[in-house]
């Protein structure tokens, strides 16, 4: 990949001329050995009466086929749950804001990730209840034992959990790329402008194809 394209975000020229004279988007390309983790597809998430929405059912296609390509290459492979306890005990800030979010208790189907990205064994499962698949879970020593020093990102929603996630895992000092049409977020305004601040500052922004064929 060379020098990452704009994402479309509507800005007019002259505002992302700043963003070109300050010397951002550059590519990061991948190392050795790429990951992959694939943040909260779960049921909930895939279903615009709970926290679905927009172009999420559109993106979990497209991870289909990104899953089908880590696995076929052996990639190291995590998918996150957001998982609360039963009682709510573990409830917290974020939960203030969203308080939905105390529903995706372990058992709940809610919680329960899609099953056409159903887990293979050896894949990790990481639950979590922040908004970063890092945040408070095993996710950076896992990637680090596996040898991983690229990271792509798949999952919703582009403006919350996956920036959360793209933000650390640039913090954890991995290579992010981030397939922009197997990501998604219950509206297209918010998923177009993350998509277009996160290629300029934390990750290359690709299309599933051209990763599969890169």
Known sequence: MNQATPHPSGAPDDELDIYRRQG??????????????????????????????????AAITQTVKLLAHARARMWPIAHTRVVYADDASDANAFTSKVPGLLKLTEQSPLSQ??????????????????????????LAGWLHWRGADT??????????????????????NFRTILPVDATGDRAIGPHDANLFDMGQKY??????????HR
Not at 34 to 44: E, K, R, S, T
Not at 120 to 130: A, H, N, S, T, W
Not at 203 to 212: E, G, K, M, Q
Request: proline share 5%; charged share 15%; hydrophobic share 50%.
């Open 24 to 57: 951002m988007g550059h590519s990061v390309g991948f190392g050795k050995t790429p990951a992959l983790v694939i943040v909260d597809f779960v049921v909930a998430f895939a279903d615009p009466v709970h926290f679905g929405g927009g172009n999420i059912a």
């Open 113 to 138: 990730i899609v099953p056409e990205l159903a887990p293979m064994p050896g894949e990790l499962i990481v639950r979590k209840r922040q908004a970063s698949a890092f945040f408070g879970t095993e």
């Open 151 to 172: 990271l792509v990102v798949a999952g919703c929603t582009t403006s919350g959990c996956v920036r959360a996630t793209v933000i650390d895992s640039v913090a954890h």
């Open 203 to 212: 990750a290359d922004l690709s299309s599933v194809d051209a990763l599969i």
